[in-house]
């Protein structure tokens, strides 16, 4: 018996189709006839399941976000009471999510798409960074609760940690100075983010 129309078994094959010639052609580049091609589907059963490409990619963008802010969650469901190790693994794992291969290539794709396609960005942004700036801000405000840590207002706090791990390194990535992270640049970079920020924040 063949799949229904609207199956979610059929949704996610074209994403994953759509995923890989996204990434290896950009959104501009990128054609339905690629992508059914690439999912092993008819452009017909695609324009069935996405009303047009641009709704095709919004969803690429939201499905892995989704798998990021899952696996980042995971780690800020209860503070440990230790706040700087709990810090340097959250940083740790931060960085190793926003600097891989995938989230790099997406983040470039996204942002050349910026001007001509503000959803995309949005997309990335409310998806993405803003739910997990949320996440990291309950977390903190948890350990604050526990008196680890003195805040005014956690989703500040939130921010100023996320940049302090990300900006560096997320800028060499982008930008082509580094082609991956090494163990060494995620350990000085976190390292240096929660000294940083514990100096700003730790509850005395």
Same mark, same amino acid.
């Given at each position: /018996?063949?799949?229904?129309?609207?199956?979610? $078994?059929?949704?996610?094959?074209? #994403?994953?189709?759509a995923?890989?010639?996204?990434?290896?052609l950009?959104y501009?580049?990128?054609?339905?006839?690629?992508?059914?091609?690439?999912?092993g589907?008819?452009?017909? @059963?695609?324009?069935?399941?996405f009303?047009?490409?641009? $709704? #095709?990619f +919004?969803? @690429?963008? %939201?499905?892995?976000?989704?798998?990021?802010r899952e696996?980042?969650?995971?780690? #800020?469901?209860?503070?440990? =009471?230790?706040?700087?190790?709990?810090?340097? @693994?959250? =940083?740790?794992? +931060?960085?190793?999510?926003?600097? &891989?291969? $995938?989230s790099?290539?997406?983040?470039?794709?996204?942002t050349?798409e910026?001007?001509?396609f503000?959803?995309? =960005?949005?997309?990335?942004?409310?998806?993405?960074?803003?739910?997990? !700036?949320?996440n990291?801000a !309950?977390?903190?405000?948890?350990?604050?609760r /526990?008196?680890?840590? $003195?805040?005014? %207002?956690?989703?500040?706090?939130?921010i100023?940690?996320?940049?302090?791990?990300?900006?560096n390194a997320? &800028? /060499?990535?982008?930008? =082509?100075?580094?082609?991956?992270?090494?163990?060494?640049?995620?350990?000085r970079?976190? %390292?240096?983010?929660?000294r940083?920020?514990?100096r700003?924040? !730790?509850?005395?």
């Open positions: /018996m063949s799949a229904p129309a609207h199956s979610p $078994a059929k949704r996610e094959q074209i #994403l994953d189709g995923t890989s010639v996204f990434r290896e950009g501009q580049r990128a054609s339905v006839d690629a992508i059914a091609a690439a999912a589907v008819s452009k017909a @059963t695609i324009y069935n399941h009303r047009d490409k641009e $709704a #095709l +919004l969803a @690429t963008v %939201d499905r892995e976000n989704r798998s990021l696996k980042f969650v995971s780690l #800020l469901e209860t503070p440990t =009471g230790d706040v700087e190790a709990d810090l340097r @693994t959250i =940083g740790e794992q +931060l960085l190793r999510l926003v600097g &891989s291969p $995938a790099v290539l997406r983040y470039r794709i996204v050349a910026a001007g001509r503000p959803g995309a =960005g949005r997309a990335l942004y409310e998806c993405g960074i803003l739910a997990g !700036r949320k990291l !309950r977390f903190l405000e948890k350990a604050a /526990m008196g680890a840590l $003195a805040l005014d %207002d956690p989703e500040e706090a939130a100023d940690f996320a940049a302090l791990c990300l900006d997320r &800028s /060499m990535l982008h930008l =082509g100075i580094v082609d991956r992270l090494s163990d060494e640049l995620v350990e970079e976190v %390292d240096r983010a929660v940083t920020f514990l700003a924040y !730790r509850h005395r």
